[in-house]
């Protein structure tokens, strides 16, 4: 191959396109990493910062996403102990909560099942006695907690550690390189990309468009016309308040909405997040909108009457979920994947959760098996530990 000749191109440098970036590396192949701005720069630097199999998603039948969710987590748990760590989490239940301790309860055995019954899937009900203790929880009419275990992680720094794994088995970012066009060639693409000021031409067999918000615009660029896939953009906001808990991380619900929130410490503050608002306009522009900070505060104010409500930071990303008639918190929240027919050189990732990056690298490598020639394996993603800057 020649310099500007790639296997695959992946288009986004989120924890999608840094794991797929991983996987193809890792498969033998030479990638090219393209990243517009910097590496976790748009929504998977502003997750929720979980590494977590999904509890309220029982709710709307996703098992599978659970199930696989939870094996991710604990995968993650063994390759990256100093980015992602196990972590207390409280269910509060109350008079008026839409659930029942008893539907909790059930919801966290299958959570258990799904997860093998290993050691990060344990659970128990929290004594009355010790109910003073939980950062001033609000215990008016609170009639049960429920004590089990997820996990948290620094996002950016996971994404980071990601690409620094892929690169280290062989794979070439650019960045900042904005893409510009795609056409296709006789084996694959010809790719024109600004990179440092300059336009550049790359080859390559196959295209992973793998720009989350930015996926139909990415996907507008390639001629003739791909594949897309009917989607809406929601913003999820999440407030910076100060002061640090102590316990762990509260899954509660708004009381404006019953919507599922999680209170949790973050650094010097506590993170709490986070917001559903359907978003149109440029992914790069989102910021937090007022009702939405005034929604965190009024959820603060309800379970942590003491706690001050001075918002010190707060950040947007924009989660990409199919467009439907249901509310967004119903829509499914696993990762879709849209091949091109025929040939199959270009396949677009949407949605997905920040847990579940590895496994969809796998995917990715999967569907384009039979357009990619044979490589000779360098390592297997599953077993490669991860290590922060």
Known sequence: MTANTYDIAVV???????GVA?????????????????LASGTSGRSSKLVHGGLRYLESGQLRLVYESLHERSRLLALAPDLVRLTPFYIPIYRDTARRPWTVGLGLSLYAMLGGFTRGTRFTMVSRRVWGDLDGLRTDGLQ????????QTDDVALTRAVARSAIQLGAELACPAEFLSARPTD???RLIIRNAGADKEIFCRV?????GPWVDSVAQRVHPAVPRL???LVQGTHAIFPGQLTRGVYYVE??????AVFVMPWHEGTLVGTTETSYTGDPAQVRPLPEEFTYLQETVRYYFPRRSLDIIDGFSGLRVLPRGDTRLFRR???TLFLQEPGAGRYVAIYGGKLTGYRSAGAQVMKLLRSVLPPAMVIADPANIPLQPD
Not at 22 to 38: D, F, K, N, P
Not at 207 to 211: D, M, P
Not at 254 to 259: F, I, L, N, S
Request: proline letters at 4%; glycine letters at 14%; charged letters at 20%.
């Open 332 to 334: 499914p929240r696993g």
């Open 12 to 18: 986004g440098g989120g924890i999608h396109g840094t």
């Open 144 to 151: 049960a907690v429920w004590r089990y275990q997820d996990a």
């Open 207 to 211: 295209i992973v468009n793998a720009a």
């Open 230 to 232: 009917a989607m809406e």
């Open 254 to 259: 708004a009381p404006q909405d019953r919507r």
């Open 22 to 38: 991983q996987a193809a590396s890792a498969a033998g192949y030479r990638v090219l990493l393209i990243e517009q701005t910097a």
């Open 187 to 189: 084996d694959g693409y």
